[in-house]
């Protein structure tokens, strides 16, 4: 066993090289050129999104003849998490990451970042930045990474299928979207086996099922953190867990393949009535031509909602390749790429002359479900900045994994990654 894990690793540490190795000679051949090149690793999804990154990141090449960024799509968040971590103790990271915030602690242990203050202090973008982005910037005094654009979670939803089952009215607490769900559960064909669900849920132990789940965390009045250390044994987490756990036994909720609930293919098709998701799905959905709608997430004790969206983090290279990728920063934050983005692809802009620009304001008004996210964006709260996060993430999403699946209780699946978390933080 222990010679296969070596194998595992050393493949893995060869595919790495494989691919950081991939460009190097085009690289030489720029910097004789007198061009700096940066690689820019990424997950955007779904693919259409990164079509539209890609446009704008060609227009950037093109008005900055001396700079060349190379954006090159990683996998998903979960699966780019081994690349990164590798790539950073060999000292081959890429120029820029995009990359959840809560990757910053891990980052900064390592010595990898580039800090942004002085540069960000001495930038007029800095006063166009929504402060509600700060926090999930900052960390022991120092700002180690930009929002690229933000987002939250909500319901997405099918209106042609409520008018079918004589739903009028939306849900707004968790008792009306168990009800919900079950109207909308329906055996369409009469073979006497549900074939529409009344909703999706997002199923595994990635960063994405904890995200979408978080929000009912935190309306239950619950939290990860006590202290500054992992408390997942509350009530609140506990009776979100329990949530889910009941839609999946009353047979309302179909489960997601594992680490795929980003993916919406059963709510286009009709086999799914309600899902969770955010607005970056607008582009997607708008291809397909099917109705749909948004309503915030149902409330048990308080609103909530949770900041999504990614950070980009610049590492430590040469001092050229850091100038670089502050000038491409300041372009990633700038009203022009914020409001283009946003345009296209239904993710909430940073910058606040984007949000206040005509050509958003006209968009929002054309696309009326964007509202649910910008009011939701009045509670959301960051996750935790914390270093040991991935390990929290991971625990909880262990736990939501346990209780939807049926294999222990929300209250003894969430004891059991307490415990194991306890063995890390200490007590």
């Known amino acids: 066993m222990i010679f296969t894990r070596n194998l595992y690793k050393a493949i893995a540490l060869l595919l790495l090289c494989l691919f950081l190795a991939t460009g190097c000679s085009n690289s030489d051949r720029l910097e004789q050129q007198g061009v700096t090149k940066i690689t820019f690793w990424h997950g955007i999804n779904p693919p259409e999104n990164r079509d539209i990154f890609q446009e704008l990141v060609a227009k950037f090449n093109q008005d900055n003849p001396r700079i060349e960024v190379e954006a090159l799509y990683v996998g998903q968040p979960d699966a780019q998490l081994p690349k990164i971590l590798a790539a950073t103790v060999s000292g081959q990271p890429p120029d820029i990451l995009w990359y959840v915030a809560q990757i910053t602690g891990k980052l900064n242990q390592l010595g990898a970042l580039f800090p942004l203050e002085n540069w960000l202090d001495n930038s007029a973008i800095k006063s166009e930045i929504d402060p509600a982005m700060f926090d999930s910037m900052e960390l022991d005094g120092h700002i180690l ?15 042609s299928l409520f008018a079918q089952a004589g739903i009028e009215d939306i849900p707004k607490n968790w008792d009306e979207l168990k009800a919900t769900a079950q109207k909308l559960t329906q055996d369409t064909n009469n ?46 987490a506990i009776a979100a867990l329990q949530l889910g756990a009941d839609l999946v036994q009353d047979g309302v909720a179909i489960l997601s393949p594992p680490e795929r609930g980003y993916e919406i293919d059963r709510f286009i098709e009709g086999k799914a009535a309600m899902q969770i998701t955010g607005p970056w799905t607008l582009a997607q959905l708008k291809s397909t031509n099917i109705d749909y709608g948004v309503f915030p997430i149902p409330v048990d004790k308080q ?20 100038q670089a990728s502050l000038k491409f920063l300041e372009y990633i934050l700038s009203e022009e790429f914020q409001t283009s ?26 696309n009326p479900v964007i509202n649910v996210f910008l009011e939701q964006m009045q509670w ?20 939501i994994e346990a209780s939807l699946l049926g294999k222990q209780t929300p209250s003894e699946a969430l004891k059991r990654s307490q415990q194991r978390l306890e063995l890390v933080f200490g007590n």
């Open 145 to 159: 990474s930009i929002p690229f654009a933000t987002n939250n979670a909500a319901v997405f939803y099918r209106p």
């Open 191 to 236: 073979d006497r086996r549900v074939d529409r669900h009344g909703i999706f849920l997002s199923l595994g132990k990635g960063e994405w099922t904890v995200f979408t789940w978080l929000p009912f965390i935190y309306s239950a009045g619950g939290d990860l953190l006590k202290n500054g250390k992992p408390n997942l044994v509350n009530d609140g």
């Open 303 to 322: 609103p909530a909602a949770v900041i999504g969206g990614e950070n980009l983090f610049v590492f430590k290279t040469t001092p050229e390749r850091q």
């Open 341 to 366: 983005w946003a345009l296209a692809t239904g993710y909430l802009p940073v910058n606040l002359k984007s949000q206040q620009s005509p050509g958003y304001q006209e968009f929002v008004a054309e």
């Open 380 to 399: 959301a709260k960051s996750r935790p900045i914390i270093p040991q996060y991935t390990r929290v993430s991971e625990n909880l999403g262990r736990a």
